[in-house]
């Protein structure tokens, strides 16, 4: 069976040609050629190699392939520091590439928690020496992640946090989370926040009739809404950057709505589960379908992917949560929450393109401009001059998810042994190929 295979080529002069060539961040789709030498984007366009190759390029024969930016994760779960069993930054890296995500934004969950700027500059150190992709850490919004004092943002920023987070918790102080936009502002610093109120979120799926026959109990919808309200009323007054992590219902998305036709600096993404799946794919209670947030109703699901499809939430991410055997084979409600989604995140997404109901071009904005755009990276583009990061997929190809096949340390994907159409077929970093599929 053909695999892909992990490789790391020193950069050299690329020429992908014959390939259909988008760029989201200028709204371009077209039949042509890129350019790749010295680490950039050299130039994207028609009729590149007819007019000569460059002396010393390699040549690839895109056959019609789609060549785009590299997709740009913004919230991946990976064990470094303290939860090396689970998941390191070699390993997620690896993942990433075969999935043809180029830059990771890391959470700051780990053990010691990333809310000191020695532990910034760690995982960026480790980072350089051991993984193939670009990797980015968020630093936590509250020191330990406690929701009671605000981290040193000025210093972790200078460090090289690119955002806060305090991951899959939220911070359930109002006070506490305003002086943080307001301190954050003069640093024009993100605040990447989960909107889960943790006191009505103790049950182990979405609240309703599907959750009452499974005899389970279930977080209500509320518990997202009115911490999104509360946050986008704080977000009014402090007016620092806001960014809801992971929006999974209806009733959000009016809140969200409202809070962007205020003009009000929100921005929001959906996870690819989210959109993929909805609470009735728990079935007999299988453990890979146990997520924080849950699942929703198919309605909720529909209305997230209009909300892709129309602009309305902004980033796609894969909400890459590894979790060990130990942690999912137990009853549903004792099993960890999570979800792999790092090498899946593209063809998963894909299948929305697939269906009608998302256009290309939007979905990978979402998945690779905007989420670039948002944490200030020079990112999700080919114009010329920037860095070579790219994917080259073809969108029609089909396989079946197969365990053995994934490069994460942790398996419980809830696309196990699904049939996918959209294959990567070569990932490329600063110009250097570090996946292929052969």
């Not at 060990?324 to 009853?331: C, N, S, T, Y």
């Amino acid at each position: 069976m053909r695999d892909g295979r992990l490789i790391l080529r020193d950069p050299h002069p690329l020429l992908l040609a014959n390939a259909r060539v988008i760029d989201p961040s200028r709204g371009s789709d077209f039949h042509g050629d890129v350019y790749l030498a010295d680490g950039v984007i050299k130039d994207a366009g028609f009729g590149i190699a007819a007019s000569g190759v460059p002396d010393g390029a390699e040549v690839v024969d895109c056959k019609g392939a789609v060549v785009a930016p590299g997709l740009v994760d913004m919230c991946a779960f990976v064990g470094e520091p303290g939860a090396e069993h689970r998941e390191t930054l070699a390993s997620a890296s690896h993942a990433a590439a075969a999935g043809g995500v180029t830059t990771i934004i890391c959470q700051p969950t780990t053990d010691p928690v990333v809310d000191d700027p020695a532990i910034v500059d760690f995982i960026l150190r480790r980072a350089r020496d051991t993984a193939v992709v670009r990797v980015h850490p968020m630093a936590a919004i509250t020191k330990g992640l406690k929701g009671e004092e605000m981290t040193e943002i000025g210093l972790l920023q200078a460090a090289g946090a690119v955002a806060f987070t305090d991951g899959h918790r939220s911070v359930a102080s109002a006070q506490v989370l305003r002086r943080t936009l307001t301190y954050a502002r003069d640093f024009d610093a993100l605040l990447v926040h989960h909107t889960e109120d943790a006191s009505m979120s103790q049950g182990a799926m979405n609240e309703g009739a599907f959750a009452a026959r499974l005899g389970l109990s279930g977080n209500p919808k509320a518990a997202e809404t009115i911490v999104l309200e509360r946050d986008v009323r704080l977000v009014a007054g402090a007016r620092g950057r806001y960014h809801a992590a992971a929006l999974t219902c209806a009733e959000s998305l009016a809140v969200l709505e409202r809070a962007k036709e205020a003009g009000l600096p929100v921005t929001a993404s959906a996870t690819i589960n989210h959109l993929s799946f909805n609470e009735l794919d728990i079935g007999a209670y299988r453990t890979y379908f146990r997520l924080a947030p849950p699942l929703r109703a198919e309605e909720d699901r529909q209305a997230l992917i209009r909300a892709i499809a129309s602009g309305l939430i902004d980033v796609v991410v894969s909400d890459h949560l590894p979790q060990d055997v130990e942690g999912k084979r137990l009853p549903f409600s004792e099993a960890e929450p999570g979800a792999i989604g790092l090498e899946t995140l593209l063809s998963a997404a894909l299948r929305l393109v697939h269906s009608d109901q998302v256009d290309l071009v939007t979905l990978l904005a979402a998945l690779s401009t905007r989420p670039a755009a948002i944490l200030g990276l020079d990112a999700g583009t080919l114009r010329p001059g920037a860095p070579a990061d790219v994917t080259v997929f073809d969108p029609g190809m089909p396989y079946v998810l197969e365990p053995s096949m994934l490069k994460s340390r942790c398996r419980n994907t809830p696309f196990d042994e699904a049939r996918l159409d959209g294959r990567v077929l070569r990932t490329i970093v600063a110009g250097a190929t570090v996946y292929e599929y052969v």
